[in-house]
C-alpha cells in the first residue's frame, strides 16, 4: 500500500489550519487538530472517541497491507 498520499492529506489538513508546516511546531500541530476535531465532534454530535477507535483500527490495517 502506498501511504504517501495519506500523508499528503494529513499534511493538506495541517496547512489548512496552521499555513506553512514547521518541523519544530509539527507535533503540536497535530495536537491542535486533533482538538479541533473533538469540538467539531462535539458540536455534530459524533463520538470522537469512536472516531478514533475506529481511525486506529483503519491505520493498523492499513500498516499491514504495506
Known sequence: MNIIPMLM???Y???GI???IHEDELESN???LL???MHL???RGF???NCLELAKRHY???KTDE
Open 30 to 32: 497535530v495536537t491542535d
Open 35 to 37: 482538538t479541533d476535531l
Open 41 to 43: 465532534c462535539e458540536n
Open 9 to 11: 492529506n494529513a499534511e
Open 13 to 15: 489538513a495541517i496547512r
Open 18 to 20: 496552521h499555513g506553512e
Open 60 to 62: 493498523i490495517e492499513e
Open 47 to 49: 463520538d470522537f472517541l
